[in-house]
C-alpha cells in the first residue's frame, strides 16, 4: 500500500484555454476512483498527463514517485476513449503487440476474455463494430497487471450490456496493488463500484471524498450530490 | 421453497428461483446494504448453515459493487458470528443454530414493527392492527379462501376508529 | 524494445513496399520484353503500331520509375505523421523512449529507400537489358585501373561518395521527422506547423550550405593554385595535379560530410526533445 500517484500543482494550458488549473491530488494504491466532471473539465487531460502523453505546463504528476516515461509506462495501463490500433491489425496482432511490449501483460487472461466475449482474433479491427472494437481494447488494457488504470470514459456511449461487461471486468480485475482511476460524466452506473470520487469541474478540484463518508454525511447518492455541487 | 420475498428497510432482497438479486440503493452505504442481504440469504435458507460462500471477488463481481466494499461487509459479518473464515478455504457459514435463531427472532420483531408502524401510518390502532393480522392469519390457513376474505373485509369496514 | 519496434514497423511497412517493387520489375520486364521483340522481329519493327505501344509502355515505366521513389518517401513520412496522431495513444504508452521511437523509423525509412533506389536501378538493368550492357563490364576495370595508375584512389572515393550519400540521406528523414515533431507547437494546425517548420528548415539550411560553401572556398583558395591539367608525354596528369585534386576531394568531401552529420545529429535531438519535453498528443 502507498501513494501510487500525486499531482502537485499540475497546471495545463493550451494557447489561451487552460485545461487544469493547479491540480493537488494523492491517490492510494488499491482503490478504484472516480474521476467524474462534465466535458471539458479537465479529466482526459489529467489522464493523458498521468500516461505521458501530453506535457505540463506547469507543475508535476508523479507516478510511484517518477515522473511520467518509460518506465512509468511499464506501470502504467492506459485506455483511451478511442481506438488507437491501426485499422488492418489483427485483434491476434494487438495480442501480440502487448505481449511484446508489455512485461506484466497475461496473455492468456486476455484470450479467455476475448474468448468470452464471441471475438475472433483473426479478424482485423477494421471489420469489428465500434463497441467490439472497444472491449478489445478493454480486454487488453485489463489484462495487465499494472499498478495503476487509467481508463478514459470508458463506459460512454456505451450500450446496457457493454457497460455490464466493462464494469464486471474491473471488479473482476481488480488487485490490491493496482488502482484504477475511471474517468466518467455517468455517474449512477458506476458508483456502486467506486471506493472514492473526485469532483474536477473546469480544471480545478472542487472535491475528494469517499463514496462512503459522500453517502453518509449527505444521506444522498453521489450522482445526486455530483449534480447539486455542478449546478449552474 | 424460496417462492418468499424478504423485505429490508434499507434494501431489496429477491430470492427468486435460487437466483439472489442484488438491489441497492445509492442513497447509503453499500456495506451495510450488503451486510443485512447476506443475512437474509442466511436467514432464508439461500446460504445453507455450513455451506461455503463464494470468493470475495465472485460476490463482489455477482453484486456488482467494489471487492472493498463487500470485503468490508463479510468482515462484519464474520464479526457478528455468522461467518467464520477457515484458514484454506475461504469464508463459511456459521452452524451455530442458536444464533440463526437469535437472528431470526430479531428479524421477525423487525418485520412485526415494521407491520406496526405501516398501519399507524394509515391511522389504524394498534390493537385493531394486531386483530387484522390474526384474521389474516386465519383466513390464509383456512381452506375457503373466498369466504374468509369478505368476513375479513365486512369486519373492516365497521372500523371507526382513528388514531 | 527497439528490435520489437523495427519488427512491427517493418511487418506494417513490407506489403506495401514489396507490391510497388514488384510492379515496378513487372513494368521493367515487359518493356525487355518489347524490345527485345521488335530487335528480334523484322515485323514488328516495321509497324508503327507497336512502336506507339512500346513507347507508350517506356513512359508508363519512367513515371513508375519516379513513382516508386516518391511514394517511398510519402509512405515514410506518413507513418511517422501517423505515429504523431492517433495511433500515437498506442505508441507512446509503450514503455519505449522516444530515441528508440525515432531510431526504429529511421531505420526502417532508410532501408526502404536505398531498397527503392536499388529496385529502380536494377529495373533499369532490365530494361536495357536488351542491349547487353552487361558485355561492357570489363572497360569498368580498365576505367578503374587508370585512375589508380593516375594517383587517385577510386575505391577510398566510391566509399566517400556512399558515405555522403547515407549520411545525407539520413539527414534529410531526419529533417523530416524533427520538422513534425515542432509542427503541432507552432500552430493550431498539425500539418500546417508541420510543413511550416520544414519550410523554415528548408530556408535555414539553404543558408548553411552557402555559408559552408563560402568557408569551403575561402579555405581552398590559393591552395589549389597548382592544379594543372596538362597532360604529360605518358598522357598522365603531374603529380602534384593529381594530389592536389585527390586533397579538394578529401577537403570538400570531409566538410560536406561533417556538415551533414552535424545537421542530422541537430535534428535528432529537436525531434526527440519535442517528443520527451513537448509532446503533445491531440
Known amino acids: ?199 474536477l469541474w473546469d480544471g480545478r478540484i472542487e472535491r475528494t471524498d469517499s463514496v462512503d463518508h459522500i453517502r453518509e454525511q449527505s444521506g444522498k447518492s453521489v450522482d445526486e450530490v455530483f449534480r447539486e455541487v455542478f449546478k449552474c | 421453497m424460496f417462492g418468499r420475498q424478504a423485505y429490508c428497510q434499507k434494501a431489496t432482497l429477491e430470492v427468486r428461483r435460487c437466483i439472489l438479486k442484488w438491489n441497492f440503493s445509492n442513497d447509503h452505504s453499500i456495506a451495510p446494504q450488503i451486510v443485512e442481504m447476506i443475512q437474509t440469504g442466511i436467514l432464508a435458507g439461500f446460504y445453507p448453515l455450513g455451506s461455503a460462500l463464494p470468493s470475495v471477488r465472485a460476490l463482489a463481481v455477482e453484486a456488482g459493487v467494489n471487492p472493498n466494499t463487500m470485503q468490508k461487509a463479510l468482515a462484519e459479518l464474520e464479526a457478528q458470528g455468522l461467518l467464520y473464515t477457515q484458514r484454506t478455504s475461504g469464508r463459511t457459514v456459521t452452524t451455530d443454530e442458536r444464533l440463526i435463531m437469535e437472528l431470526k427472532e430479531r428479524r421477525a420483531h423487525d418485520y412485526i414493527r415494521h407491520y406496526f408502524e405501516g398501519m399507524q401510518s394509515l391511522g389504524i390502532a394498534r390493537d385493531r392492527a394486531a386483530e387484522m393480522l390474526a384474521a389474516s392469519a386465519s383466513a390464509s390457513t383456512s381452506a375457503d379462501t373466498s369466504a374468509s376474505d369478505t368476513k375479513a373485509t365486512t369486519t373492516t369496514t365497521n372500523t371507526t376508529e382513528v388514531n | 524494445m527497439l528490435s520489437k519496434l523495427l519488427k512491427y514497423e517493418f511487418k506494417a511497412t513490407a506489403r506495401i513496399f514489396l507490391l510497388t517493387y514488384g510492379a515496378l520489375v513487372a513494368l521493367a520486364l515487359v518493356n525487355a520484353g518489347l524490345i527485345t521483340l521488335r530487335t528480334t522481329s523484322s515485323a514488328l519493327s516495321g509497324s508503327s503500331l507497336y512502336g506507339l505501344a512500346t513507347t507508350l509502355m517506356m513512359m508508363l515505366y519512367g513515371l513508375a520509375a519516379v513513382a516508386v521513389v516518391i511514394v517511398t518517401l510519402i509512405i515514410i513520412l506518413v507513418r511517422f505523421y501517423r505515429m504523431l496522431g492517433d495511433e500515437g495513444h498506442l505508441w507512446f504508452t509503450l514503455p519505449v523512449t522516444a530515441t528508440q521511437h525515432i531510431l526504429s523509423k529511421l531505420i526502417v525509412a532508410f532501408v526502404w529507400m536505398i531498397a527503392s533506389l536499388v529496385v529502380v536501378i536494377a529495373s533499369v538493368a532490365l530494361v536495357v537489358l536488351p542491349t547487353a550492357w552487361y558485355q561492357h563490364l570489363g572497360s569498368v576495370g580498365s576505367s578503374w585501373n587508370a585512375l589508380v ?97 585527390n586533397r579538394l576531394v578529401s577537403t570538400t568531401s570531409l566538410t560536406v560530410g561533417v556538415e551533414y552529420l552535424v545537421l542530422a545529429v541537430v535534428f535528432f535531438c529537436l525531434a526527440r526533445y519535442f517528443m520527451t519535453r513537448k509532446l503533445n498528443l491531440a
Not at chain 1, 464471441?118 to 482485423?124: E, V
Not at chain 3, 552557402?210 to 608525354?233: E, P, Q, R, W, Y
Open chain 1, 1 to 199: 500500500m502507498g501513494t501510487i500517484l500525486q499531482a502537485q500543482g499540475l497546471t495545463k494550458r493550451f494557447g489561451q484555454t487552460t485545461a487544469l488549473d493547479n491540480v493537488e491530488l494523492s491517490l492510494e494504491s488499491g482503490r478504484i476512483v472516480g474521476l467524474l466532471g462534465p466535458n471539458g473539465s479537465g479529466k482526459t487531460t489529467f489522464i493523458k498527463i498521468a500516461s505521458g502523453l501530453l506535457t505540463p505546463t506547469a507543475g508535476q504528476v508523479l507516478i510511484d514517485g517518477v515522473a511520467p516515461g518509460p518506465q512509468t509506462k511499464a506501470q502504467v495501463s492506459y485506455l483511451p476513449d478511442r481506438t488507437y490500433f491501426d485499422n488492418w491489425m489483427k485483434v491476434s496482432d494487438c495480442l501480440e503487440l502487448f505481449a511484446d511490449f508489455y512485461q506484466d501483460f497475461d496473455r492468456v487472461k486476455a484470450n479467455d476474455m476475448l474468448h468470452s466475449l464471441g471475438i475472433d482474433a483473426s479478424k482485423t479491427f477494421k471489420t469489428l463494430s465500434k463497441g467490439t472494437q472497444e472491449k478489445v481494447q478493454l480486454a487488453l488494457v485489463m489484462s495487465r497487471q499494472a499498478k495503476l488504470y487509467l481508463l478514459d470514459e470508458p463506459i460512454g456511449g456505451v450500450d446496457p450490456a457493454a457497460r455490464d461487461f466493462i464494469l464486471d471486468t474491473i471488479i473482476r480485475n481488480y488487485n490490491e496493488e493496482g488502482t484504477v482511476v475511471i474517468s466518467t460524466h455517468l455517474i449512477s452506473d458506476i458508483e456502486k463500484v467506486l471506493d472514492d470520487v473526485i469532483f
Open chain 3, 149 to 245: 595508375a593516375q594517383g587517385f584512389n577510386p575505391g577510398a572515393w566510391t566509399v566517400v561518395v556512399l558515405a555522403l550519400l547515407v549520411i545525407s540521406l539520413v539527414c534529410s528523414i531526419l529533417e523530416y521527422y524533427a520538422a513534425m515533431a515542432i509542427g503541432p507547437n507552432l500552430l493550431k494546425s498539425r500539418l500546417g506547423g508541420s510543413v511550416l517548420t520544414y519550410v523554415i528548415f528548408y530556408f535555414a539550411l539553404e543558408l548553411i550550405n552557402l555559408g559552408v560553401l563560402m568557408v569551403l572556398s575561402f579555405g581552398v583558395s590559393g591552395k589549389f593554385s597548382n592544379i594543372n591539367f596538362a597532360i604529360s608525354d605518358t598522357g598522365m596528369l603531374s603529380t602534384e595535379t593529381a594530389s592536389a585534386i
